[in-house]
Nanobody
Framework: QVQVVESGGGLVQAGGSLRLSCTAS????????MAWHRQAPGKQREWVTT???????NYADSVKGRFTISRDSAKNTTYLQMNSLKPEDTAVYYC?????????WGQGTQVTVSS
């Protein structure tokens, strides 16, 4: 089992920045990748970015060039640096850990971008 806890959400003006954190605990040796997803009101959850165990990153086109995923392995923590935020980035952001046979979600953290 893996437990995932996000933090760092909040309210920011358009053009501003936020950094989200995601700390994993439990069977962390089984984690192959960490990912961020988001869900805006009335919309389906969508994938945002992934970082693999080997450090390979991928981003959704909507955030490419503005968001950066990184990690501190010593702290079992993954970060999502979000710059040049837009109102359409408003959503609940979920961190997830991809294990061998399961995907573990955090509880989510709200990000609101005002225009």
């Amino acid at each position: 089992q893996v437990q995932v806890v996000e933090s760092g959400g909040g309210l920011v003006q358009a053009g501003g920045s936020l950094r989200l954190s995601c700390t994993a605990s439990g069977s962390i040796f089984s984690i192959n990748a960490m990912a961020w997803h988001r869900q805006a009101p009335g919309k389906q959850r969508e994938w945002v970015t992934t970082i693999t165990r080997s450090g390979i990153t991928n981003y959704a086109d909507s955030v490419k060039g503005r968001f950066t995923i990184s990690r501190d392995s010593a702290k079992n923590t993954t970060y999502l640096q979000m710059n040049s935020l837009k109102p359409e980035d408003t959503a609940v952001y979920y961190c997830g850990a991809a294990g061998v046979a399961a995907f573990y979600w955090g509880q989510g953290t709200q990000v609101t971008v005002s225009s």
